[in-house]
């Protein structure tokens, strides 16, 4: 037997043998068949079954070959030049399937024949088989008049294809897909499956994008219904005309406030966009006029006073409709008006009216009203005029007007001062007024207010000292404050007292939205400036509990300079609290320390050293930390300058969370120490 056409033999080995490989290869658009056969070939005769065949039938380079067993071989042509085909005798066969990829593989084929009967060596012989992959297909993209298709994709045989998600582009157009023509609808969206064994081309599909002509009637009635405007195609606007009593249609404007046409009714709209279109009106009549108008204090007659508590009220009208109504009102009394009804287009009016006080000024409105378009006009009715005047039953006095708060010098008058003036007559009637019963919480604008007496001071809620004075108010930027955005807010408040000094406040939002207010409390002074608020008179420092020194110093477990002296105006303590003792006032430094031991509980910690007078308990310094478990935290206060008054008291407090910590114990797993230093400046 004679081995196929197309064997590759490998090399003659001792001069007498060598072996061979045949492949042959067939192919649906799926599989691939592969049969291989491995031939010996003798020069001379051969008879031998003590051999040992190798195949390997691999993806990559050879390792350890694999064997086949023994073969049992015989060639009998013995004779002659050798190499007879009839000594080529089949020794292995073998069928391989492989699933066809969208790659064309290799397959590496080894084979190796030993120890053979007059053969004088290991016979090999190698080969490589390409295994194809399978039939593939383009798929093209066509933008079909816009731009940016994808690029082709190839489809494999029998394997689903998601077509691209990149969608084309087209002025005045949306995209809405995938046709198999240039004029079908849509047969693929993006990314969608195409699982055909064809090739494919797909043609954007578009659709024209439309916009909306919406008209309002703007103030009148009868607008059209709206109208949709194709990309690229022009649209006749409505030819219907809204109507209004008392105006002319004009045509349409692009906004409530246009007072010319943009388009006529009926015209041609080409713009490619939505648009809103208002009525534009002309008034078909006269609005109404009043002129001549003035308002004079008189007595009951009508008889001109300048301190009657009546008006004189007089005016012309004039309407183009009949029989206006014609209403007079007062700005600061309510209970001050009259009504009348006009006869005719046009009129004089002239009306007394009671019940003004002779120490105020009013505001007059008159309002003719033709059921159209009403007109308004105001004058002033002065108060009457005081040379002098004091607040009766009170300590008030104006210069110029009529005395009306308690405690003020009130001017009308251009004043001239040949010494300086302190407190209000700087400026307080120059500033926005907080009146009584005021809330300091609602005063959220950025600016200066000014408190003006102790009276309206005493009405007012969340005022740190119920003292005349200025407030001023300011946002993170110093601009006005707008609630939807600044988060933080400080106000200072400055009494007209100078044994009051200055008073300061945070306002911060919360994350949920929420205002939060804190306490209030006293600001530092230069020494400078404290010298010249504060008096000098003699002042003393002394403990208030316990009543001798030695008893503070009975902690076994402190780490700072646990030293209590007392030089002066100088002392230093433990714990407890120190009074201030004095004829009227000082200023003092104050610093601290304090050291807490945490416990098994974590959490926010913080200390305060608190001043405590006539009752009322402000901060005047704060320090907050996130302690953790069984750790120490040492809080530290730098000096910072008090004024205090006699009687007042500085004390250290410390908080777990928001609740005062009274344990004090040095001992205490979880207890805290501390010492407070105050001098006097």
Known sequence: MAAPSGTYWGAIKGTYGRIGIYTSLSSSNVTTTLTVQVWFWSKYSVSDSANTLYFDNLTGSLGTRTSVGSKSISTTIASGDGWSTSNQVLIYSNTYAYTRGTAASTRYLYAMLSNVDRVGGDMTVSRTVSIPARPSYTITYNANGGSGAPSSQTKWYDMASTLSSTKPTRTGYSFKGWATSTSGSVAYAPGASYTGNANLTLYAVWQANTYSVNYSANGGT?????????????????????????????????????????????????????????????????????????????????????????????????????????????????????????????????????????????????????????????????????????????????????????????????AKFNKPVYGKALGMDRLPAIPSNSDFNNYMETGCYAVQSNAIAATCANIPVARAGRLEVWSSTGEGVRLEQWSYLRQRYIPYNSANAVWEREITRSADNVWVYYDWWQSSLTPLAANKIYSKAAMTISLTSPTTLGAVNTYTKVPFNNVVTTTNSRLQLVSNSIRINGDVGGYVKVSGQTLVKCGTVAGNRHARIQKTLNGVTTSVAWSCLYATASSNIVFSFAPIIVPVQSGAELKMVYYTGDVEDANQSGSSANGWQSYLTVEEL
Do not use: H, M
């Open 222 to 414: 009868g607008a059209p219904g709206s109208q949709t405007k194709t990309y690229g195609v022009s649209l006749t606007l409505s030819s219907t005309k809204p109507t209004r009593s008392g105006y002319t249609f004009k045509g349409w404007g692009t906004s409530a406030s246009s007072t010319t046409v943009a388009y006529a009714a009926g015209a041609t709209y080409t713009a490619n966009a939505s648009i809103a279109l208002f009525a534009v009106w002309e008034l078909a009549y006269v609005k109404p006029v009043i002129y001549n108008f003035t308002a004079t204090r008189c007595i009951a007659d009508g008889t001109a006073s300048d301190d009657g508590t009546y008006a004189k009220i007089s005016f012309e009208w004039k309407t183009t409709p009949s029989n206006p109504t014609i209403t007079i009102t007062t700005k600061e009394d309510a209970s001050i008006a009259a009504t009348i009804t006009g006869s005719g287009t046009s009129g004089i009016v002239s009306k007394i009216i009671g019940g003004f006080s002779a120490e105020d000024t009013y505001t007059i409105n008159v309002e003719v009203d033709d059921s159209n378009t009403p007109t308004t006009a105001f004058v002033r009715l002065n108060s009457s005029v005081f040379p002098i005047d004091f607040l009766a039953g009170g300590n008030g006095v104006a210069f110029g007007k009529s005395a009306d708060t308690e405690g003020l010098a009130d001017f009308a008058f251009d």
